[in-house]
């Protein structure tokens, strides 16, 4: 093999992994979508009667946010969902400001705040108050995030599957005119994985979930290692390894700030890239969901190199303007 070809064969391939990054893998998932939907449709499922409705627990982690428990509080109270049937849970270990003080004030009654002075990461907080945590659904969400008001019963509805084991909601990003460039970069992002995790879903199901907003069946929630980086996609991945499906609401979505500067969106790239590099040594992968695994490595390798791209991209724009 002469070194004329070597060189064509590289090319072709480099130039076949950025098409497919960019626009292929979408473009072969959405097609299987529709191959799939002219033979199966989709079920519609509805929700039982108020009084038939399934217990809640919003849950919580928290370290210092005094400045958004108000925010975060009245937003989970104006839930559409019946207030005798959601159970609003902090963790809030380590925390040294006033977030317990508000908590155990204002928001006394309305909320059950579990805290101890040594912090031990998210995690391992998560970990602590699911073993406190008596409600068959339990629905994570950061402080920092707000979520719509039919969030809950969308969540619900989904978990109306039995073969649901994880609900997946969607990622907002606020768009501010002082974060304009990073607001833009990462809701262009966030949009695109959006899209494709609701194109896994209607496939088979979603890959992962976001931190922000997600829920799982109780039952299912295996303890996460301290040191685990991405505790939402873990968490979802291991209940899909114990044969579950992984549904995608879009319909449930967490309003989130945009990232500060682009330097804060870029530090978050790595982290998540290194998680799965941990997660994917760590787990022995089942051969029955072959397929999960496979969109798993597509989605997460498109989903890194953007988020990178669009970063750069909106930091010399920043710099420009």
């Not at 519609?44 to 005094?66: G, Q, W, Y």
């Not at 008596?134 to 073969?163: C, G, H, Y």
């Not at 941990?278 to 992968?285: D, I, L, P, S």
């Amino acid at each position: 093999m002469n070194e004329t070809l070597i060189l064509e064969i590289i090319f072709w391939f480099a130039l076949f992994m950025v098409f497919y990054t960019y626009l292929g893998y979408g473009i072969v998932l959405y097609a299987l979508v529709k191959l799939k939907e002219l033979f199966v449709k989709p079920e519609k499922r509805v929700l039982p009667p108020d009084s038939d409705l399934p217990e809640v627990t919003l849950f919580i982690t928290a370290f210092n946010e005094e400045d958004v428990v108000d925010e975060k509080m009245e937003n989970s109270l104006a839930l559409d969902y019946p207030a005798d049937k959601l159970r609003i849970v902090w963790v809030t270990d380590g925390s040294d400001d006033g977030t317990n003080d508000r908590l155990q004030t204002r928001w006394n009654g309305k909320a059950t705040v579990y805290f101890q002075p040594k912090r031990q990461g998210k995690t391992a907080a998560m970990t602590r108050g699911m073993t406190l945590v008596r409600t068959p659904l339990v629905v994570f969400t950061d402080a920092n995030t707000m979520v719509n008001s039919e969030a809950i019963r969308e969540i619900v509805l989904a978990f109306q599957n039995p073969k649901v084991g994880c609900v997946a909601g969607e990622k907002r990003i606020a768009v501010q005119t002082k974060n304009g460039a990073a607001a833009g970069g990462e809701g262009i992002y966030w949009k695109y994985e959006s899209k494709l995790k609701e194109l896994d879903d209607r496939l088979y199901s979603a890959v992962g979930a976001a931190g922000e907003l997600f829920a799982v069946r109780r039952e299912l929630w295996q303890t996460l290692r301290e040191d685990t980086l991405l505790d939402d996609f873990v968490c979802s991945m291991l209940i899909a390894a114990q044969g579950y499906r992984i549904a995608y609401c879009k319909g449930a979505y967490a309003l989130e700030t945009p990232s500060a500067d682009m330097a804060a969106m870029s530090r978050a790239t790595p982290a998540r890239m290194s998680g799965e590099v941990m997660r994917v040594a760590r787990r022995r992968m089942r051969w029955s969901w072959p397929m999960t695994v496979a969109r798993c490595g597509s989605q997460r390798m498109i989903c890194a190199p953007m988020s990178i791209s669009l970063s750069t991209k909106n930091r010399r724009l920043s710099n420009i303007f």
